[in-house]
């Protein structure tokens, strides 16, 4: 089920990227469509073991619901991100006092936690460091406000946490 799940999701992701179809001529072009197929299928059996331990999960409507609420709550948390860091960059005094702060998150799987990792590293100002098997981050911030270990996850984790937990476990 890993193989076929990850051929699946490789082979969109791959019509989504190249978009083989014409539709003004109404034509495919199937020689896009076909080496995809087959980087689909070699993907499939060499990287099956480490893509997801429950491909079910991938099925779920719900799932999908709550991915497409995510990607504008996302887009809007970079935006203020990209603002304020361009604000930093463009103050005289630049104000800024970097650090790594410790968070917690409540994301259970590790794709979960991975991409609330990297939904945390693009978003201008923060960088995941570490993920602890325990359900810490570490993030580097650009400007420190809070150091406890609550008041960092509220302010950088919670935003995404809410809708990645339901995506993902």
Do not use: C
């Not at 990287?47 to 995510?70: C, D, I, M, N, S």
């Amino acid at each position: 089920m890993r193989r076929v799940t990850l051929f699946v999701v490789s082979l969109v992701t791959w019509y989504l990227i190249s978009w083989p179809y014409d539709f003004a001529a109404r034509t495919m072009d199937w020689q896009m469509l076909i080496a995809g197929a087959v980087l689909a299928g070699a993907a499939a059996l060499l990287f099956a073991e480490v893509f997801t331990k429950h491909p079910r999960k991938l099925f779920g409507p719900k799932r999908w619901l709550w991915l497409l609420a995510y990607v504008p709550v996302f887009f809007w948390y970079m935006l203020l991100a990209n603002l304020d860091v361009m604000y930093r960059v463009l103050h005289p005094k630049l104000p800024i006092r970097p650090g790594i702060v410790k968070a917690k998150t409540r994301i259970r799987s590790e794709s979960g936690r991975t991409a609330l990792a990297n939904s945390i590293t693009l978003t201008p100002g923060t960088m995941t460091v570490d993920i602890t098997e325990d359900g810490y981050l570490y993030i580097h911030w650009i400007n420190v406000t809070a150091t406890d270990v609550e008041e960092a996850s509220r302010r950088i984790v919670a935003h995404f946490e809410r809708f990645l937990v339901k995506i993902f476990d």
